[in-house]
Antibody, heavy 115, light 107 residues
Framework: EVQLLESGGGLVQPGGSLRLSCVAS????????MSWVRRAPGKGLEWVSTISGTTYYADSVQGRFTISRDNSKNTLYLQMDSLRADDTAVYYCSPRYDNNWFEYWGQGTLVIVSS | DIQMTQSPSSLSASVGDRVTITCRAS??????LGWYQQKPGKAPKRLIY???SLQSGVPSRFSGSGSGTEFTLTISSLQPEDFGTYYC?????????FGGGTKVEIK
């Protein structure tokens, strides 16, 4: 059974930093691309970033967020710097195999950027 | 970037009604599209993948169609548990883009 457990969310001031983690189990982590998606309050879903052999970012986070992974720990990360109020959202992780996107999701972790 | 225009943004329908939601892509995306349902406080749930393939475990009243630039999600007979917000997602090219969402309410 695929399981994804996000953590690391919380309250942070504008301009601050936070690192999210996603621990995966139930599949061969190293062979899957991994993504982050977020949903801000009152808004729709937004793709944030994907890591395969290359990293990809939404324009809204390019240069501020860094996606990475540790295959020995089956863990995906999202380093978020220079946080802004509009980064406030629930952040989800999800694996991709071949062209099979977003079949599985974690429960999400809430990030609140506020002074 | 590929824009996904989803309509309507909201709808209210009765149990048993047929409901149709549409997504238009700003350029051709083959069938690289999925449909997702999200309920308050829950993670999204995939309903349809590859434009028209039904996700395992999803009721057969849900169906998807389309290819290229026009896609449709149909609920053949709306049920009380189908409330929530529905999104399309294109994964043909980066940046991946979601439609704006359709909020479905039960009358």
């Amino acid at each position: 059974e695929v399981q994804l457990l996000e953590s690391g969310g919380g309250l942070v001031q504008p301009g601050g930093s936070l690192r999210l983690s996603c621990v995966a189990s139930g599949f061969t982590f190293r062979t899957y691309a991994m993504s982050w998606v977020r949903r801000a309050p009152g808004k729709g879903l937004e793709w944030v970033s994907t890591i395969s052999g290359t990293t990809y970012y939404a324009d809204s986070v390019q240069g501020r967020f860094t996606i990475s992974r540790d295959n020995s720990k089956n863990t995906l990360y999202l380093q978020m710097d220079s946080l802004r109020a509009d980064d406030t959202a629930v952040y989800y992780c999800s694996p991709r195999y071949d062209n099979n996107w977003f079949e599985y999701w974690g429960q999400g972790t809430l990030v609140i950027v506020s002074s | 970037d590929i824009q996904m225009t989803q309509s309507p943004s909201s709808l209210s329908a009765s149990v048993g009604d047929r409901v149709t939601i549409t997504c238009r892509a700003s350029q051709g995306i083959r069938n690289d599209l999925g449909w997702y349902q999200q309920k308050p406080g829950k993670a999204p749930k995939r309903l349809i993948y590859a434009g028209s393939s039904l996700q395992s475990g999803v009721p057969s009243r849900f169906s998807g169609s389309g290819s290229g630039t026009e896609f449709t999600l149909t609920i053949s007979s709306l049920q009380p548990e189908d409330f929530g917000t529905y999104y399309c997602l294109q994964h043909n090219s980066y940046p991946l883009t979601f439609g704006g969402g359709t909020k479905v309410e039960i009358k």
